[in-house]
Nanobody
Framework: QVQLVESGGGLVQAGGSLRLSCAAS????????MGWFRQAPGKEREFVAR????????YYADSVKGRLTISRDNAKSTVYLQMNSLKPEDTAVYYC?????????????WGQGTQVTVSS
């Protein structure tokens, strides 16, 4: 059973930084696409970023390009989201996601989420 556990959320002022982590278990981590999504109050969950199984390819939502960076450490079965130049509109619950199966791009497993709040 795939388990994804996020950490690193919190309260930060606009312009500040946070680093989210997601520890994965129950899967061959190095074979899975990983990603981050977020859901703000009253809004649908939206895609933030994804990274290929070896980390060679990344893709971002336009709203976060140049400010958020996804990375992974396959030796630690962990994916990260470095968040810089944060804006109040980045406030949301951030969810880690894993591919539905090895080498697949569709996401099939989700973590419980970590709250990020950016104050103005």
């Amino acid at each position: 059973q795939v388990q994804l556990v996020e950490s690193g959320g919190g309260l930060v002022q606009a312009g500040g930084s946070l680093r989210l982590s997601c520890a994965a278990s129950g899967l061959t981590f190095s074979s899975y696409t990983m990603g981050w999504f977020r859901q703000a109050p009253g809004k649908e969950r939206e895609f933030v970023a994804r990274i290929s199984w070896r980390g060679g390819f990344t893709y971002y939502a336009d709203s976060v390009k140049g400010r958020l960076t996804i990375s992974r450490d396959n030796a630690k079965s962990t994916v990260y989201l470095q968040m810089n130049s944060l804006k109040p509109e980045d406030t949301a619950v951030y969810y880690c996601a894993a591919g539905v199966s090895p080498y697949k791009s569709d996401f099939g497993s989700w973590g419980q989420g970590t709250q990020v709040t950016v104050s103005s």
